[in-house]
Structures are given as C-alpha cells and as structure tokens.
C-alpha cells in the first residue's frame, strides 16, 4: 500500500514536529513527489514572508486601567470643552459667594464711585465749626495763671510725701494687727467651742455604749434564765415521767406477781382437796 | 514569525498573577490587562483588518476578563480562554456583516491610500516596508475566517497546536489541515500578485 502522508503529516513537517521514524517517510514520499515537495518549500517561503508583519504598538484605554464595573458610565462626559465650561462656571459661583458673604457692594452717587465691604459706607461727618481766636487765648490764659502758682520745693514736698506714707503705713500697721488680733481671738473662741463639743459628744456617746451594753447585758441574762427555766422544767417533768413509769411497773410486777401467787394457791388447795377423794377411790 | 521578546517571557510566567486576578486582586487583573493588550489588540486587528473594530474587540475581551476571569478554574487555561473570547468576539463581527477595510487609523489612510489598489505592484519595484503590512493585511483577508484564525494564532501569537485545538474546541488534526489550506491559499495569493522574497526585497 503506497503511502501517503496526511496533510496535518505534512503541517508536522513543516514545523519540526515529527519523529525520526515519520520523518524518514516523509522524505522518501517527498523525492517520489517533487511537486508537494515544491509546495512545502513555498509554503516555507510564506512563513518567510508572514513573519515580516510587525507588530503595531497601542495604548491600553483608560477605561480598561480599572474595573470598568466599578465606573459609573463606560463613556465620560467630561470632554475638554466640558472641563472648561465647569471650571468658568466653578469661578463665577465663587466670586459671587464671596461678594455675598463680604457685603460687597458699588455704588455710584453724586458723581462718586464707591465700593465698600460690610456695612453701607458711613455718611462723612459734618465739619465742627474752628474755635474762635478769643476762646483760644482764654484757654491759654488760665492754664498759664494755673502754672504761676507757687511750687513747693522739693524738700518739702518729700518732706510731706514722707509724712504722708508714715501716717498710711501706721494706719495700715494697726488696722493689720487689729485685725489679726480678732483672727486670733476668733480661732481661740472657735477651738474651745470645738473641744467643748467633743467632750459633750464622747460624754454622750459614752452614755450611749453604757446603757447598750446594759441593756444589752440584761437582755442576754434575761434570755439566760429564761432558758435554765425551761431546762429546769423539762428537767422535772422527764424525772416525774420516770417516778410514774417505775411505779406503774412496779404495780404491773406486783400484780402479776400477785395473780401468779394466787394461782399457786389455787392449785395447792384444788390438790389438797383432791387428795383425800383419790385416796377413798384407790381403796373401793 | 512569532518572536519572544521581554513582554512575551513575562507573559509566560505569570501565574500567580493570574492566579491571584482569579481570586478577585484587582490590581492583578488591571497588570494582566496591560500585560496582554497588545497581543490580543494585534491578534484581532489581523482578524478583522480593521483599526476601530480591533480596539472595541479588545476591549469587550478585557472588560469579560474583569467580570469573568474569577469563574477561571486553572491557572493554566488562562491564555486559552482569553482567544476564545477575542476569537467569539471576533466572530461576532464578522455575522454582523461589517466590511472591514479600515486598517490604518485616520491619519494613516491618506499615506497608504495607493497601495491599496493592489495593482500598483510592478514585478521589479521594491515594496517599501510600510506597505507591506497592508499587503500581508489583504492577503490574510483572502483566508476564509477558521483558517485565518488558525494561521493568526500559530505565525503570529506562537501558539501551539495543542492551544489551537483548546481554544477553537477542535482535534489537533483539523487544526493543521485548516492551517496547510490557508498556507496553501497564501501561497497561491502570492504567486498570483507576484509577491515573493525577492520582491520583497527580504
């Protein structure tokens, strides 16, 4: 059977895939063949020519740099002009909110522009009327005739302030002590009245724990007593129980033994009475 | 022809990343997302031909592998279920029944407008090397959509057959037929238009 290599075969040969054995066959079928021979090296030749188609170079999207399940809308509205028309749109709001909030005002009255921040602008003041010449030189006049009082000297001005401060600090001297002495006084007064209230207090308190304890003392032996009464009690009446159980045992033995003796009796003379009656009849 | 750069080693190793996005880390799912955008942006932008489409696609993809990724049994199934559903998003496209043309972003499209007539090639003019993803774009586009999405996934993410046959839910052997046919088409496209390494200057 002739054999002819399969095209997938020939696809392995091409690329280097075969093994020893198939490619030994393949060559032997290629010399009987030259025209598929022919074909596989053409086909080389496109495989030459193929390779020379690069590769073109490209830039990830944005859109695919994140997970575009993640973005809002796979299309941004944000073209450029857009971007532009925000940020003018962005500035205008600002001035204004900022004019708002300053009181930014312009006005435009009797031929004067004005612009202010705040409040409206104050009205200017009135111009006060200059005092007169004759006014000035009276006012000159009396602060000079002030000034030509005599001055003291120096000394005696020292002098005075001296005595002055030693009358203050005398003054301030004994209203001081005065008054540390009515601290001292006060604090006196105020530790004996403590010390009156603590002896009172323990006093009482004393008082207080004697007529507890007693009271409590009195309590204990009163339920001491009361308690031996009780024991003292009980004490009899087991013993007379015990007098009355012995005596009725007693009685009981006493009476049995009575009974017992009555019935000895009773047999001893039913005996004796029988004795003589079994004499007479052994004799007949 | 699938070269492994730093990215793609990283890619390799990064289970407990992907582990821990399983179990909910959102840091680790936003780091897989940066890991793997690219990949999976330039898997559908070759599927689909289409700048526009390939970037909603992708990002249907990651935003499932937000919401999903935690239903993820092993760690190591990651990197097949994440081209299943780019390669079901894809599909999806295309029964929708967009016609994708549009693989240069706006700015690109006036530069490349003259290259996409396709009968601009002259046997002995040198194809610059910025038309030549256009070209390989429309020659993929020839494919019809299993094989494409079998020939992405091999020359292009380095997958292996094995992952192919996972991800696509068919036999390993039906994975490499859908591959010899598509490679044959190519083959075929390219000789019609006279498209070689030669031309190509390569």
Known sequence: ?????????LIDYLYGNVRDEEKKKIEAYLQHHPEVKQELEEMKNVRSVLGKFDDREVLVPDLLQKNPSQTTSAKSLMTPFMIRLV???????????????????????QKQLTISFGNTPAT????????????????????????????LSADSIKGEIRSWLGGIEEARHKA???????????????????????????????D?????????????????????????????????QFYLNNLVDLKYAADVQQQETEQILTSIMNRVNSLPEENETQNF | MYAETLLDIAMQHADSMIQQA????????????????????NYNLKFLSDHDMAME??????????????????????????????????????????????????????SNKKAASGTYYNPSQMIEHKELGQLLQRALMTLK??????????????????????????????????????????????????????????
């Open chain 1, 1 to 9: 059977m002739k054999y002819e290599p399969e095209k997938h075969e």
């Open chain 1, 87 to 109: 940020s003018i749109a962005a500035a205008i709001v600002l001035v204004l909110m900022i004019g708002y909030l300053t009181g930014f005002q312009m006005r435009y009255e």
């Open chain 1, 124 to 151: 200017p003041v009135p111009d006060q009327q200059a005092i007169t010449q004759a006014e000035m030189q009276a006012l000159i006049n009396e602060a000079l005739s002030k000034n030509k009082q005599p001055v």
């Open chain 1, 176 to 206: 001081f002590s005065k008054k540390v002495d009515q601290m001292i006084k006060e604090q006196k007064q105020a530790l004996n009245n403590y010390a009156l209230q603590l002896e009172t207090k323990s006093a009482e308190t004393l």
């Open chain 1, 208 to 240: 207080e724990y004697f007529q507890n304890a007693s009271i409590n003392q009195r309590a204990y032996m009163e339920g001491v007593l009361v308690d031996f009464t009780k024991y003292m009690d009980e004490q009899r009446l087991q013993d007379r």
């Open chain 2, 22 to 41: 399983i179990n909910g880390d959102q840091v680790a799912q936003s780091k897989l997302v940066n890991l793997w955008f690219k990949r999976i942006y």
């Open chain 2, 57 to 110: 696609v992708s990002q249907k993809t990651f935003i499932c592998l937000y919401e999903k990724i935690s239903t993820l049994k092993k760690v190591t199934s990651f990197k097949s279920w994440l081209y299943r559903v780019a390669t079901n998003y894809c599909r999806e496209e295309l029964r929708k029944g967009h016609t994708f043309n549009k693989y240069f972003t706006n700015d690109e499209d006036e």
């Open chain 2, 145 to 202: 959509p299993e094989q494409r999405e079998v020939l992405i996934m091999k020359e292009y993410e380095g997958l292996k057959f094995v992952e192919i046959a996972e991800i696509l839910n068919e036999s390993e052997n039906t994975v490499k037929s859908r591959l010899y046919y598509g490679l044959t088409h190519i083959r075929k496209y390219f000789a019609t238009n006279n498209i070689s390494k030669e031309t190509l200057q390569l």
